[in-house]
C-alpha cells in the first residue's frame, strides 16, 4: 500500500469517527429541555441502529459465501460469540469484543 491509500484509511477513519462522536457531544452539551421529544427519539436510535448495521454486515458475507464453509462458521462463531457474552455480560463493548475474537480465531485457523 502506498501513501495515498494510508491516507484514505485515515481520512474514512476520521469522517467516522466524527459521525459517531457528534451526536455524543451535542448529547452532553444539551438538557433534555432544550431537545425536543422528536430529537430524543432519533438520538435514542443511534445505538439500536449501530447494532442492526454489525448485524448486517455480519450476515452479508454468508449470504454470498454459503458454498464456502469456513467463512460461514467464522460469521456464525462470531455471532454466537456476540449472543453469549451479551447474555453472560449484558455489556455491548464486551460483546462486540469476543465476537470480533471469536470471528478471527476462527479465520486464522482455518489457513
Do not use: Q
Amino acid at each position: 500500500m502506498d501513501l495515498k491509500e494510508y491516507g484514505l484509511i485515515v481520512l474514512c477513519g476520521s469522517i467516522t469517527l466524527a459521525l459517531r462522536l457528534a451526536p455524543m457531544l451535542v448529547m452532553r452539551r444539551l438538557t433534555d429541555a432544550a431537545l425536543s421529544v422528536r430529537a430524543r427519539h432519533a438520538l435514542a436510535a443511534i445505538g439500536p441502529a449501530a447494532l442492526v448495521s454489525l448485524l448486517l454486515i455480519s450476515l452479508w458475507p454468508i449470504s454470498h459465501t454459503l458454498g464456502d464453509a469456513p467463512k460461514a462458521a467464522a460469521t456464525l462463531t462470531g455471532l454466537l460469540g456476540v449472543a453469549v457474552a451479551h447474555r453472560w455480560r449484558r455489556n455491548l463493548a464486551l460483546s462486540v469484543f469476543v465476537g470480533a475474537t471469536a470471528y478471527a480465531v476462527v479465520v486464522i485457523n482455518a489457513r
